[in-house]
């Protein structure tokens, strides 16, 4: 099917899955989950074929990791898309309303964008987890995963379509883009698509930005730091700064930058050094550093660089006023994190560090709509309007003005002795 085809019956699908109600979509997504379960196997079969595919194209070990979609990798996508259903229903929720006079009410209510297209890695959960979030919010959606997931996606695209239709909802509200020339199609037709969502480097992101009219919210590079603070806890700070960099590596919320207070330098350093040595970390630390423990030497670049593997540079600061200067020239605005037992200190970095996620003693790995309790997510957003951070169903809903009336025309409340509003704020719900 052409893409434009594809977007324009998208379009009139998301019409219809606008309007249906939330426990049809409910029902779907336990359909999607059951379909997952039984047809396991088939899924596993598509996904050795991508597997072999990318060894013998030689993809590097972390994009591999990402790509394997096994027995756990479905079994918890199972149990994301359980957690999504007992979400309340986010369509046609009254966010405000006003009296504007007597029986002239004014109501805000929620409703989904419309057509998002979404172009993301070679994570085939990734598919299920935008998809599925599409559908509770009643978002029609079309996708483009990487090449190296193609059978994959094809199988889990197909399973998911299947499973929507058989709950009643509207052929056509998904899509699968395969080429970049779909894309390139895509970003053409800012008349049928309302948002596209990027996920990947910078220079993507920008590449989208520079080619379409459409809206687009992106996604960035992930270069996220963990600051040890001179008012740490050593053990803890060990801890997070392990997991945050370790407990998956190929990530966009792992940390790749460690900054360090020179108080506490001494006494972290060669902890850090040997639990990291434990998990083949390589560190590349500043001079400084280097006075303390053995590393290779950090350059520009290391600051500026999303390793996504076992790789994390090392900078011992002076203050926690240069931590956060650091932060905020060299990372993307996506997460980062500073351990420190002083209150007022952790204060401090939140309100100025300019990022997505701030977070305090805590890993950057909780930086996840899932863990958040979004039921999923479309992905991390570096931007400041619309959604940013996680971007769960919130970030998929927008509203609309509902004005309801008895014969009320504006004529009656301009000019001379013309009737006044009352703006009054009411407590009910739009029915």
């Given at each position: 099917?052409?893409?434009?085809?594809?977007?324009?019956?998208?379009?009139?699908?998301?019409?219809?899955l606008?309007?249906?109600?939330?426990?049809?979509?409910?029902?779907?997504?336990?359909?999607?989950?059951?379909?997952?379960?039984?047809?396991?196997?088939?899924?596993?079969?598509?996904?050795?074929?991508?597997?072999?595919?990318?060894?013998?194209?030689?993809l590097?070990?972390?994009?591999l990791?990402?790509?394997?979609?096994?027995?756990?990798?479905?079994?918890?996508?199972?149990e994301?898309?359980?957690?999504?259903r007992?979400?309340?229903?986010?369509v046609?929720?009254?966010?405000?309303?006003?009296?504007l006079d007597?029986?002239?009410?004014?109501?805000?209510?929620?409703?989904?964008?419309?057509?998002?297209?979404?172009?993301?890695?070679?994570r085939?959960?990734?598919?299920?987890?935008?998809?599925?979030?599409?559908?509770?919010?009643?978002?029609?959606?079309?996708?483009k995963?990487?090449?190296?997931?193609?059978?994959?996606?094809?199988?889990?695209?197909?399973?998911?379509s299947?499973?929507?239709?058989?709950?009643?909802?509207?052929?056509?509200?998904?899509?699968?883009?395969?080429?970049?020339?779909?894309?390139?199609?895509?970003?053409?037709?800012d008349?049928?698509?309302?948002?596209?969502?990027?996920?990947?480097s910078?220079?993507f992101?920008?590449?989208?930005m520079?080619?379409?009219?459409?809206?687009?919210?992106?996604?960035?590079?992930?270069?996220?730091?963990?600051?040890?603070?001179?008012?740490?806890?050593?053990?803890?700070?060990?801890?997070?700064?392990?997991?945050?960099?370790?407990?998956?590596?190929?990530?966009?919320?792992?940390?790749?930058?460690?900054?360090v207070h020179?108080?506490?330098?001494?006494?972290?350093?060669?902890?850090?050094?040997?639990?990291?040595?434990?998990r083949?970390?390589?560190?590349?630390?500043?001079?400084?550093?280097?006075?303390?423990?053995?590393?290779?030497?950090a350059?520009?670049?290391?600051?500026?660089?999303?390793?996504?593997?076992?790789?994390?540079?090392?900078?011992?600061?002076d203050?926690?006023?240069?931590?956060?200067?650091?932060?905020?020239?060299?990372g993307s605005?996506?997460?980062?994190?500073i351990?420190?037992q002083?209150?007022?200190?952790?204060?401090?970095?939140?309100?100025?560090?300019?990022?997505?996620?701030?977070?305090?003693?805590?890993?950057?790995?909780?930086?996840?709509?899932?863990?958040?309790?979004?039921?999923?997510?479309?992905?991390?957003?570096?931007?400041?309007?619309h959604?940013?951070?996680?971007?769960?169903?919130e970030?998929?809903?927008?509203?609309?003005?509902?004005?309801?009336?008895?014969?009320?025309?504006?004529?009656d409340?301009?000019?001379?002795?013309?009737?006044?509003?009352?703006?009054k704020?009411?407590?009910?719900?739009?029915?």
């Open positions: 099917m052409k893409i434009q085809q594809m977007a324009e019956t998208a379009k009139t699908a998301g019409i219809r606008a309007a249906s109600d939330g426990a049809s979509r409910d029902k779907a997504l336990a359909l999607i989950a059951k379909a997952l379960r039984e047809n396991e196997s088939e899924i596993k079969t598509a996904n050795q074929r991508d597997l072999h595919k990318a060894q013998v194209e030689h590097s070990a972390p994009l990791k990402r790509l394997k979609f096994d027995q756990s990798k479905i079994l918890e996508t199972c994301g898309l359980e957690s999504l007992r979400i309340p229903d986010p046609g929720k009254t966010l405000c309303a006003t009296e007597t029986g002239l009410e004014l109501f805000k209510v929620s409703c989904p964008i419309g057509v998002i297209g979404v172009i993301f890695e070679s085939p959960d990734a598919l299920v987890q935008i998809s599925s979030l599409c559908l509770k919010s009643g978002n029609a959606v079309l996708l995963g990487g090449r190296e997931a193609a059978h994959t996606n094809r199988a889990l695209a197909d399973l998911i299947a499973a929507a239709r058989q709950a009643g909802i509207p052929d056509g509200w998904i899509g699968l883009m395969e080429t970049r020339t779909d894309v390139q199609e895509l970003l053409g037709l008349h049928t698509i309302d948002l596209v969502i990027p996920r990947g910078n220079a992101v920008k590449h989208i520079d080619n379409t009219r459409i809206p687009v919210l992106g996604h960035a590079d992930g270069i996220c730091h963990v600051y040890v603070d001179k008012k740490a806890d050593i053990d803890m700070a060990i801890r997070i700064t392990v997991d945050s960099k370790c407990q998956y590596v190929s990530v966009c919320n792992a940390a790749e930058t460690l900054l020179k108080d506490l330098a001494q006494d972290f350093l060669p902890g850090i050094q040997s639990a990291l040595d434990a083949n970390v390589e560190i590349r630390g500043c001079e400084q550093t280097a006075g303390y423990i053995d590393v290779i030497p350059t520009e670049k290391d600051w500026q660089t999303e390793y996504l593997d076992n790789i994390l540079s090392i900078k011992i600061v203050t926690l006023e240069q931590a956060i200067e650091h932060i905020n020239f060299y605005g996506h997460t980062d994190v351990v420190s002083d209150k007022q200190r952790a204060d401090i970095f939140m309100r100025l560090v300019d990022t997505a996620d701030a977070m305090v003693n805590c890993s950057s790995r909780f930086s996840d709509g899932f863990r958040f309790g979004l039921g999923a997510e479309v992905g991390i957003s570096t931007n400041k309007i959604a940013r951070g996680p971007v769960g169903m970030g998929l809903m927008i509203y609309q003005w509902r004005l309801i009336g008895n014969g009320h025309i504006v004529s409340y301009t000019g001379k002795g013309s009737k006044p509003f009352t703006h704020p009411l407590q009910q719900e739009y029915k």
